[in-house]
């Protein structure tokens, strides 16, 4: 009995033990997944963003802004680049507010830089206009003075409105048009001197072309104002290209009188005779053929004109000289013989006269 105490005891404290052990931990419960996060960017948004700031940036460039307002252009240009990183990354929270930054940036930019090339091409075309005013273009290029001062006034209302982006569109095709105007004057005043000369004659080929350019450039110009002013430029070519020719050919036939009067007065020796008047006829000479060689046959063609005149008077100097030389030796010869004559007589009488 004694021994079955600590058993019984044992078997107490085992099942005491075993009503106080701790429970098993319940498994933790799976995470719920979360949905991503909606974007404030649409992926339009940030398409319609870059391609506003890059028609912005065209038109700036496009314009030389770079050039006008360089420092501006240059900061717009670097957060252009930013945001155009960050669109290209997928980035549009990021990109969004760059690009906005970039367009307002841009903006300015056009605004600032319209202005100045806006006073740039209204200068510009007061200028061209001056010139064609010399050149005559009111009588000669009324219709394409016209135009231009028509352009001018749009643009000085533009500019007065504040609206610079249009005006200096405007000016620039005023200057261009006055362009034109001084470019057809120039080419008929070529072309009137061509026929005041009766050059055509000489080169009736670039005559006739330049006639055609001259009448090409008219039926272009309302639609295509740079390639008209292609035209008026080939037209005012080819009509200095007949005018060359016809001084050239001026310059040869009035050469030939000179060659010819030269070679008379060394004939009649005015070298020697009538030496200084022959050495100034000799360096006119010389410059004229100098001119022609250079190909500055207008100035080599009156010099030739005055160098055979020069020998001319060289030669009548000479012959001058000449007959009273001669006439002098005829005297001379005259009394030797008369004194020849004498002296034979005089023998007869002396009876010394030789047999």
Known sequence: MKRLIPILAIGVLLAAGCATK???????????????????????????????????????????????VADDYKAADAKYVEGKTAYDAKDNEKAAPILKDTIAAFKDVLAK???????????????????????????????????????????ASLSEAKKDEEALVAFEKARQTYEAAYKK????????????????????????????????????????????????????????????????????????????????????????????????ALAVYNNASSLLAGGNYQEAGPEFERAAALFEEAYAEAEVKREAALAALAEAEARTQESESKALAGDEVLGTAVE
């Open 113 to 155: 830089g319209a202005g100045i090339l806006a006073a740039e091409n209204r200068k510009r075309a007061e200028e061209m206009k001056a010139l064609a005013v010399e050149a005559g273009a009111p009588e000669m290029a009324a219709e394409r003075m016209t135009q231009g001062d028509e352009a001018y006034a749009s643009g």
């Open 22 to 68: 701790p429970p098993a931990p319940e498994p933790e419960p799976e995470p719920v997944p979360q949905p991503a996060p909606v974007p404030t960017v649409s992926q339009s948004e940030a398409d319609g963003l870059l391609a506003e700031a890059s028609a912005l940036r065209k038109k700036a460039f496009d314009l030389k802004l770079f050039e006008v």
């Open 185 to 280: 004057a120039r080419a008929l005043a070529i072309r009137s001197s061509i026929e005041d000369q009766d050059f055509a004659q000489y080169d009736a080929g670039n005559f006739k072309l330049a006639d055609e350019k001259l009448a090409e450039s008219d039926a272009l110009f309302a639609s295509n104002p740079e390639a008209a002013l292609d035209a008026l430029d080939e037209a005012t070519l080819r009509y200095n290209l007949v005018v060359q020719k016809g001084w050239q050919t001026y310059a040869a036939e009035r050469k030939a009188p000179a060659d010819d009067a030269k070679r008379r007065s060394e004939e009649i020796k005015a070298p020697v005779a009538v030496k200084e008047k022959y050495a100034e």
